[in-house]
């Protein structure tokens, strides 16, 4: 899991040295650079499920969650299940561009940042604090590295108006839904709703 953290934010922090990322670009050429990026990425990726999944199977090290009463407990997964809905929305009003991007400017940080912090209130163990506080410190670091750069930093989509939002927060609606009740019980194997 560490070494997919390293190679996956490694990759992305990547983006953000602009200079360094330009001489690879230079070397390389544009498609070789993307392609290699991909790559990296999905290995990276590849390897934190992995990784996250065999640290779960073989015995997960409580930090906190085994000394907060259980009532409490409850409560901070309730708030993240809550939290997840705006993180998702966020996440989705990157690509569907609208007032909402233009308000938040990098809401797909924002929807990480909200992601890994709701997710760091409801697991308080070590692989949980480590997985989501690595996906927390580097939306933190990018986002304050967007504020030095010249560039966008981001892909040149048209942001449209009120409509997009509609649209974003409709599509954001279902992909919560979606990842509530198929893709996390199914996939990660840990039930959000009802449970």
Not at 16 to 22: G, I, K, Q, T, V
Not at 26 to 50: N, P, Q, R, T
Not at 161 to 167: E, V
């Amino acid at each position: 899991m560490i070494l997919g953290l390293v190679l996956f934010l490694g990759i992305h922090v990547l983006t953000s040295l602009r200079e360094l990322r330009a001489g690879f670009v230079k070397a390389m050429g544009e498609g070789a650079y993307k392609g290699i990026y991909s790559l990296v990425s999905f290995a990276g990726l590849a390897l934190i499920i992995w990784g996250f999944g065999q640290y779960r199977a073989t015995g997960m090290i409580p930090v906190w969650e085994d000394k907060v009463p259980a009532g409490l407990l409850t409560a901070l997964r309730h708030i993240t299940v809550a939290l997840m809905l705006p993180a998702v929305i966020l996440v989705v009003a990157s690509y569907i561009r609208g007032r909402i991007y233009t308000t938040v400017k990098h809401p797909m940080l924002a929807g990480v940042k909200l992601w890994a912090f709701a997710h760091l209130l409801a697991n308080g163990d070590l692989g949980s604090i480590i997985l989501f506080g690595s996906f927390l410190g580097w939306a933190v670091y990018d986002r304050i590295s967007l504020k030095r750069r010249a560039d966008a930093g981001a892909p040149p989509i048209p942001v449209g108006g009120p409509t997009n939002d509609l649209i974003a927060i409709a599509v954001g609606v279902i992909v919560y839904l979606a990842l509530a009740f198929a893709f996390h019980p199914v996939v990660i194997g840990v039930p959000v709703m009802g449970a």
